[in-house]
């Protein structure tokens, strides 16, 4: 794929709306692929970050889920972030216990609800808190089918 910031945002913009559609459809496989292709064209884009990292790690159909993926995804979100953004923690602690390291599951799910309660953020705290606990048992976090 050339690059050229146009041409990045017009695939992105494509890539995105078939994972989002695909998505809304229960095509997990299909919406990480296109999550995927629009990663690769615009790889700062931290909404799109958390979308990938998130099905990578969270999807309740195993053929999906990759856990070093999914970390490596989501670390660059909450390095683009600076480590102020929740959502981009959420996704990186759900990653790490998708690849069984529990215990920094817990360190950044912590900090992610500390950094929702000081930035006002209290629609976040109860879905924060479950999976908190969820790492704090050795539990991974599966989206519903």
Known sequence: ??????????????????????????????????????????????????????????????????????????????????????TSLDTLAAAYAEADRFSDAVRVGSEAIALAERTGRPELLAELRDRLARYQAGQKFRERY
């Open 1 to 86: 794929m050339k690059s050229c910031p146009t041409c990045n945002r017009t695939y992105t913009d494509a890539y995105r709306n078939l994972a989002e559609a695909y998505g809304a459809l229960g095509n997990r496989a299909m919406a990480a692929k296109y999550f995927a292709l629009a990663v690769e064209a615009i790889p700062t884009d931290v909404f799109l970050l958390n979308r990938l990292g998130w099905l990578l790690a969270t999807s309740p159909e195993d053929s999906i889920r990759q856990g070093a993926k999914a970390v490596a995804v989501a670390e660059r979100a909450v390095e683009l972030t600076a480590r102020k953004d929740a």
